[in-house]
């Protein structure tokens, strides 16, 4: 089974702020309006989905082990939730090949809030990549989390390399999100087997790589027969020449995190600093142009082979 925020039942890191939520839901005082944000793949989906739990799971058989911080996959309200049928549980998330959370989403959510809750409990709305929702989903949502319902709360993951308006961090409270090194080589060893962390290759070892970052370069090496030991600029070209972008969404709308990785090493070696940063910031733009207005990538990363990797 593929491990994802909705069925990873054990919680590393976090252990403190996990409690301080815990203790601010149990007194009453739990924002009904909280914006996650981190970088991608630090665990911020994992959190909420484990708070999701303690709160859903309180007078269940098999709630949540506050010691270890472990959901029991034989909990009831575990198993209605990572598969999406939990009747007080709301997902909204852009998880297929868009690029944006449509408006429908969030009529679609917002009249569910306005039912009756099932057995008088609180209702969870999990918006995951807020930074996807287009002009009119924001216009909306920001109506119906201006003054939600009783015992509704919305928990919003934010991807910080991405900005988000303004309009939306005024109405909600923010956390931010950081992991302790060694807490991430743990989840990165939970995720991934300690094998391949200890061969992989160490361009992609940055100290900028989340967990998540980590787990999905993995399947991207599993599926396409990849060795874990590859240099990101021999990966890069693998990419382009095989056109592994087109068939892969990580790999696709995360072509910048290689990028990154790419020039981050060459800065380390490379004399004219000035002409890196230029190619870098151009490329990104450019990736990012695509990506945003769904674009093919594929002439972008022909000119990024011809004068960048092929030098």
Request: proline fraction near 2%; glycine fraction near 2%.
């Amino acid at each position: 089974m593929i491990i994802t925020p909705s069925n990873n039942c054990s919680l590393i890191g976090y252990n403190k702020e996990f409690l301080d939520f815990k203790k601010l839901y149990d007194n009453d005082n739990l924002p009904n309006k909280i914006i996650f944000s981190g970088i991608n793949g630090i665990g911020k989906s994992t959190f909420v989905y484990h708070l999701a739990n303690y709160i859903f799971s309180k007078d269940e058989v098999d709630k949540y082990n506050l010691v270890e911080n472990i959901i029991s996959d034989k909990n009831r309200s575990y198993n209605l939730v990572s598969k999406n049928l939990h009747p007080n549980f709301f997902l909204i998330s852009n998880t297929d090949d868009k690029q944006s959370i449509s408006i429908s989403k969030i009529r679609e959510m917002i009249n569910w809030t306005n039912k009756s809750s099932f057995n008088d409990g609180c209702k969870i709305i999990l918006i995951d990549n807020i930074e996807f929702l287009n002009n009119n989903s924001i216009n909306a949502l920001l109506k119906i989390i201006e003054e939600p319902n009783h015992k509704v709360f919305f928990f919003l993951i934010h991807n910080n390399k991405i900005k988000i308006l303004d309009t939306i961090k005024s109405r909600c409270i923010k956390f931010n999100f950081f992991l302790e090194n060694k807490d991430k080589i743990k989840i990165i060893n939970s995720l991934c087997g300690e094998n391949f962390y200890s061969n992989l290759n160490s361009d992609f070892k940055n100290i900028y790589n989340s967990p998540g970052d980590i787990f999905n370069i993995q399947n991207v090496f599993k599926s396409n027969n990849i060795n874990e030991d590859i240099s990101v600029d021999n990966f890069l070209k693998l990419i382009i020449e095989k056109k592994i972008y087109k068939k892969d969404f990580f790999v696709k709308y995360n072509f910048s995190l290689f990028l990154e990785l790419y020039f981050n090493k060459l800065m380390n070696n490379y004399k004219y600093k000035n002409k890196l940063y230029f190619l870098y910031k151009y490329f990104l733009l450019k990736i990012n142009d695509c990506n945003k207005y769904n674009l093919d990538l594929e002439n972008i990363l022909i000119e990024f082979n011809g004068s960048v990797l092929s030098e």
